[in-house]
């Protein structure tokens, strides 16, 4: 199995299909060393979630060479401060085991904290990028009008922007604003937190396929050419998650899919202009 790996703007390749970690603190160690047995190679992680330390170790242990991994990281919301986004990423690198993350991501844009200015921490992910410490930065749940923001005082555009966007959230102007601006577009939660699996439409139509509800969405995301990063803490739905690539979906079942959107109501997560926890 081969996941497509398209360039992000630097010219490095990301793989679209990777682990995504949220919420997993006990036994993260043991869910990224079996997604790592089983072929993944793009781990998404976060200050916030609390386990770089352990994906470090399970990564360590695994014994894959560092060139073969995309590791992704974010900064949280209570260092957005020069001082603190330094010191915080070192952390990180320290916790990672790793000189450097194939990128780092603003977690939140925090309009409410920060003096309302959510591209406070832009020009220090920029010194990272200089530094080679950040080979790709970029910006998670950042609405296109706090893209502006960063894009009125950047140096080096942002290459990612990652934002909620599953089949009950299309999420559409956030991804047609990302593409307008040449950003890879990151789809977090593509399962909608695991509601994939019961709806009756993406089962429907995974039955035609021999496939589940949720190979269907994810199948659905990648054609639509996000990257996507689904977790699992089971070894058997990991590598159910890796398989779909195996299926196609006819033009009429994505349209199936496309008419499941429910816009704002499908949101799993808070909006990013309230979300206000440091
Ligand atoms: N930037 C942000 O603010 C942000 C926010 C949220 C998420 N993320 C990133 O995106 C990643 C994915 O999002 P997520 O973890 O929120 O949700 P998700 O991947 O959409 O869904 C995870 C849920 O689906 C279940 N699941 C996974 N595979 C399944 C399968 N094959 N069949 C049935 N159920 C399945 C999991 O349960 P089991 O573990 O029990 O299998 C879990 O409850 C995160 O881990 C994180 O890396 C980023």
Do not use: C
């Not at 679209?16 to 043991?30: A, R, S």
């Not at 260092?79 to 990423?89: D, I, L, T």
């Not at 020009?123 to 970029?138: T, W």
């Amino acid at each position: 199995m081969t996941i497509p790996s398209p360039p992000l703007p630097t010219g490095a390749p990301i793989p679209q299909l990777g682990f995504g970690t949220y919420k997993v603190v006990d036994g993260v160690y043991e869910a990224v060393r079996s997604a790592l047995d089983l072929g993944y190679r793009h781990i998404d992680t976060a200050q916030m979630y609390g386990n770089e330390a352990e994906v470090g170790r399970a990564i360590a242990d695994s014994g894959i060479a560092r060139e073969d991994l995309f590791l992704t990281s974010k900064l949280n919301n209570g260092n957005h401060e020069p001082g603190p986004a330094r010191a915080s990423f070192d952390q990180t690198l320290d916790d990672l085991r790793t000189d450097y993350v194939d990128l780092f991501l603003v977690h939140w844009p925090l309009p409410m904290h920060y003096d309302g200015d959510v591209a406070r921490p832009w020009p220090v992910l920029e010194e990272f990028h200089d530094q080679g410490r950040a080979r790709a930065i970029g910006l998670s749940n950042y609405e296109p009008h706090h893209v502006r923001a960063v894009l009125d005082i950047a140096r080096v555009a942002p290459h990612v922007l990652q934002s909620e966007a599953h089949p009950f959230f299309s999420n559409s102007s956030v991804r047609a604003f990302a593409a307008a601006h040449s950003m890879v577009f990151e789809a977090w939660s593509p399962l909608a937190r695991g509601r994939a699996a019961s709806d009756p439409v993406l089962a429907g139509i995974g039955r035609a396929h021999g496939a589940s509800g949720t190979q269907v969405a994810l199948r659905w995301a990648l054609d639509r050419g996000d990257v996507v990063f689904p977790k699992s803490v089971s070894p058997e739905r990991q590598e159910a998650n890796l398989d779909v690539f195996s299926f196609a979906l006819t033009a009429e079942e994505t349209a199936l899919i496309n008419a499941l959107d429910e816009g704002e109501a499908g949101r799993t997560g808070s909006h990013p202009n309230v979300l206000d926890r440091l």
